[in-house]
Every structure is written in C-alpha cells, then in structure tokens.
C-alpha cells in the first residue's frame, strides 16, 4: 500500500510523449467513493509548487499506466491535462 508521501517522492512521465511533468504535489479525492480521481503536479515554470506560473497539471487516475518505484507513468494529452489553478 502507498502514501501520499510515497507518492510524491516519484516523478511523472509521459509515456505518449516522453514528457517529465515532475512530482506530484496533490491528490483530488472522491470522499463519497474514497477513490483518488486526480494527481496534481504544478505547471511548468513553476518552483515547489508555489513560485510561478498558475497553471498545474491534473492527470486523472484512469490516465496513470504504472506505479513504480521511482516514477509514475501515464498516457495523456499533454494540453488536456494542463489548466489554470483554481486557487
């Protein structure tokens, strides 16, 4: 079983492109299902998830391909997956 903490020791790739979006920095949560839906990885440009520009990437749970030990990899559009921060 992984924890949040684990998750966000692994970096994301893209295996459709090749594309390292970086650490995951937040989870969304369906608290009626209990069920991750969403890994949130900050946007390009932007430093520990705080400095930079307001955009992040949401990689839904059904993208992701493999957890490994290192790193997670998914297969997405890179422009679907990168929006504006909501905050």
């Known amino acids: 079983m992984s924890r949040m ?3 966000r020791q692994k970096e ?3 295996t459709n492109d090749g594309v390292r979006y970086g650490f ?3 989870l969304v ?3 009626s299902e209990g069920k991750i839906k969403t ?3 900050p946007g ?3 430093v520990l998830g705080v400095f930079g520009r307001d955009q992040e990437y949401r990689i839904p749970w059904s993208k992701i391909k493999k957890i490994g030990e290192d790193i997670v990899l998914v297969d997405c559009e890179t422009g679907k997956i990168l929006v504006e ?3």
């Open 5 to 7: 903490y684990d998750l």
């Open 12 to 14: 994301v790739i893209n």
């Open 24 to 26: 995951v920095s937040d």
């Open 29 to 31: 949560i369906d608290e």
């Open 39 to 41: 890994l949130i990885v």
């Open 44 to 46: 390009p440009g932007r």
């Open 85 to 87: 921060c909501d905050d």
